[in-house]
């Protein structure tokens, strides 16, 4: 079953402006990843926060966690068109040898 | 860089035809994964393996057997394809939990039964 789903399913920005996307899970963790997809290709890794960290940055990349209210949020700054693609947050669960995968966000940068 | 390939990007089969999609990763992984992945219902988990020999059923196994002979290598086999199996498939590898912790992928078979 999956765990992680992600609000909303769908957004839509224009390029410059910061698209926020959110995950949330029902059992306890030991980190969460965030994977992107290019239409038609395979899943790409982009950032990883364990159950102990609350936030995390990467280049244009702000990866927040409360694990008290089992979420997750992901931001990207200053979006650009090549931001296109579908977003997927990942659990990798307490006691679990494999990751749960959310459905996704797809998101659309327009230029 | 870790690269997983995958056999096809595209391939076409008919009702009824066995079916392998073969996928090798280059980093020694233990584990390794066979995922399907179609609108609206996100990546869903097929089988994984967790060392040579060794198998796992995930979460929709019924229809799909796997082979792990060698670690670098996983294949998912269609006993006999039907048009529901459609789909893209993906396969991924990540060394165990304690390690990097990071999931590769790679780049998709897109397998249609006709």
């Known amino acids: 079953s999956q765990q992680g789903e992600e609000d909303p399913q769908a957004l839509s920005i224009q390029e410059g402006e910061n698209a926020t996307m959110n995950c949330s899970y029902k059992t306890s963790i030991n980190n969460l990843q965030w994977y992107r997809q290019n239409s038609g290709r395979g899943l790409v890794h982009l950032i990883l926060?364990?159950?102990?960290?609350r936030e995390k940055h990467s280049g244009r990349l702000r990866v927040t966690l409360d694990t008290s209210k089992k979420s997750s949020s992901l931001l990207i700054t200053a979006s650009r068109a090549a931001d296109t693609a579908s977003y997927f947050c990942a659990t990798d669960a307490v006691g679990a040898q494999k990751l749960v995968f959310g459905q996704g966000t797809r998101l659309t940068i327009n230029p | 860089d870790v690269k997983v390939t995958q056999s096809s990007r595209y391939l076409v089969k008919r009702t009824g035809e066995k079916v392998f999609l073969e996928c090798v990763q280059d980093m020694d992984h233990e584990n390794m994964f066979w995922y399907r992945q179609d609108p609206g219902l996100g990546l869903r988990l097929i089988y994984f393996s967790y060392d040579v020999k060794m198998k796992e059923k995930g979460d929709i196994p019924e229809g799909y057997s796997v082979s792990r002979e060698k670690k670098e290598r996983f294949s998912l086999i269609l006993e006999s394809a039907s048009t529901n199996q459609t789909s893209m498939y993906l396969c991924a590898s990540r060394a165990p939990s304690g390690g990097t912790d990071t999931q590769y992928f790679g780049p998709g078979t897109r397998l249609t039964v006709l």
């Open positions: 926060i364990r159950s102990n960290e």
